[in-house]
């Protein structure tokens, strides 16, 4: 799962003014980096990925937090202590400093992760993605942590660069190989034929032999309605406990009130409880199964990549995917 990347080297390379506009970006930014190199990019990723979560997790962040949760709690329950009555001092006073460490701790935390952010690899392989999208080279998933979404909510703090679309009329595709020498005309064809196909067997002989690109795994049927379900339900066990609940109070009114109509409500409500919560775990065994379906196609996506193939654009359920099995092998 993690060894899919936004865009592979094979199709970076695959257009010649890409490439050069992606040479221009290490040069500007001062960075001896290879951005076609799928290893070294994939190492480059999963080193800056496990920096911001250090310092998304480290212990400056939760001192911070656990400060900031005892200067907010500190005045409401500091004058209830008895050792602090009549002295406002200790039963409010250490709210202040708790509260200033919790900022400058937050702070710092902040500028830490903004500065790794902006690091000038990372700074550069967003600017790459950004003139793939222009170039029509299809990015298959932006991770969160890479435009700054894991401490920002869904806003992006650093987002990939847009630049203009380049049109195919501009595009000037990697020369293929050697060219075979043109056809002779008909007098020298008459006059030098062995020396033509000599020619043109050397040629051929010096060419790389061309391979068709590997081919793209095709959507299974069971991913397609993954997709589509991927954010239904979860509304079952809420459900089955609200009607739990209408149950259990039908029969105390019924018992406090000599009326049975709450044992009636008790009747309705709680078979269609039971009925709510089988359909829910009905329905969640089906969601892992094409869960399970999603990530072997995401799999396969991936081995196809690292074959040279230029993988489509993941949808938003495929990309949530792929951002949880990556922090479920980090965590």
């Known amino acids: 799962m993690t060894g899919l990347l936004p865009v592979s080297g094979a199709a970076l390379s695959a257009d010649a003014r890409l490439l050069s506009a992606i040479r221009e970006v290490g040069a500007r930014r001062g960075v001896d980096f290879d951005y076609t190199d799928d290893a070294a990019t994939a190492e480059l990723l999963a080193r800056h990925r496990r920096t911001l979560s250090a310092a998304e997790h480290g212990p400056l962040m939760w001192l911070g937090s656990l400060a900031l949760v005892a200067a907010v709690v500190w005045p409401f329950l500091g004058h209830a202590v008895p050792a602090f009555e009549g002295r406002p001092e200790l039963a409010f006073g250490p709210a202040g400093p708790l509260f200033v460490v919790a900022v400058a701790s937050l702070v710092v935390v902040r500028r830490r992760w903004k500065r790794e952010l902006l690091h000038p690899r990372l700074a550069g392989y ?124 039908g029969v105390a009114w019924a018992f406090s009130e000599e009326n049975p109509l709450g044992y009636l409500a008790a009747v309705l409500a709680v078979p269609v409880a039971i009925t709510t919560w089988l359909a829910g775990a009905r329905q969640g065994r089906e969601r892992q199964r094409l869960r399970e379906a999603a990530v072997e196609y995401v799999r396969a996506l991936s081995a196809a990549q690292s074959a040279g193939a230029a993988v489509p654009e993941l949808s938003p359920a495929l990309r949530k995917l792929l951002e949880e099995e990556a922090e479920k092998v980090r965590g």
């Open 126 to 249: 967003r600017e790459v993605l950004g003139l793939a999208r222009a170039h029509g080279v299809p990015v298959t998933h932006v991770p969160g942590w890479l435009v700054g979404r894991s401490l920002s909510g869904d806003r992006e703090t650093v987002p990939v660069p847009t630049y203009a679309e380049v049109t195919y009329a501009e595009v000037e595709p990697l020369p293929a190989g050697p060219t075979l020498p043109a056809e002779p005309t008909s007098g020298e064809a008459t006059d030098k034929p062995m020396e033509t196909e000599e020619a043109a067997r050397k040629a051929t002989e010096g060419a790389a032999p061309t391979t068709p690109p590997p081919a793209i795994p095709s959507k299974p049927a069971s991913v397609a309605s993954y997709e589509a379900m991927a954010d239904e339900g979860g509304w079952h066990d809420e459900a089955g406990c609200l009607l739990l609940f209408v149950g259990i109070g």
